[in-house]
């Protein structure tokens, strides 16, 4: 169940990346390379801190491919992709749930703490849209208004719950993956936002 829901997060985020890389007007070999990086980003960091843990895409050339097709499936549709894009962040949010997930399930694969895990969960699924907005030079999601990480880390713990329970494996997965969707779904549509700390002492400065 973790290899489709790591296969599916990858083509999704190779779509989230190749859009982003593609309004950039990168060529096509730039819009490769961003929606390389954005699908693998959060997954190698991951990878690289767990000793003894090889890097999952070298150790599985397969996902190479569909960070390919999800490139090719960008700049084919990418109009109609874009409007998706652009309104509900849709595969960015359906990348940021599933790799979520996946990074959860690999810290628990390799018995480490509920904390760690949620972190690694978080590291998987928001360091490869960081990647990507580092080099597109844009301020990354994680780092100003947008509710993310805080989604990221509120699905780890609620599957971290269900896996303490015993209905943490298979379908039960999809639970938490979902919710971490839904949940990101509605904060975009509602244009849901934590406050910017320099607007607020800015205009604390002001009153006084």
Known sequence: M??????????????????????????????VIVAFVTSVGGGTLRDTLI????????????????????????MVFQERLELLRKHLMLFDTIGLGLFTIAGVQVGLNYN??????I??????????????DILVNEIPYIFHKEIY????????????VMH???????????IPISIIILLRLLVVSREITLPSL???LKRKKKTE
């Open 2 to 31: 973790i290899y489709y829901i790591g296969v599916v997060g990858t083509f999704a985020f190779g779509i989230s990346g190749a859009l982003v890389a593609m309004n950039k007007r990168l060529d096509a070999f730039g819009v």
């Open 51 to 74: 000793e003894g843990r090889d890097v999952f895409w070298i150790d599985d050339p397969t996902y190479i491919y569909f960070i390919i097709g999800g490139a090719i499936t960008a």
């Open 112 to 117: 480490l703490s509920y904390s760690i895990c």
């Open 119 to 132: 972190i690694l969960g978080v590291i998987t699924g928001a360091f490869g849209g960081v990647s990507r």
């Open 149 to 160: 990480a805080t989604i990221s880390i509120l699905g780890s713990a609620i599957f971290l």
């Open 164 to 174: 303490y329970f015993g209905f943490g494996d298979g379908l039960y997965q999809l």
């Open 198 to 200: 320099y607007t607020d």
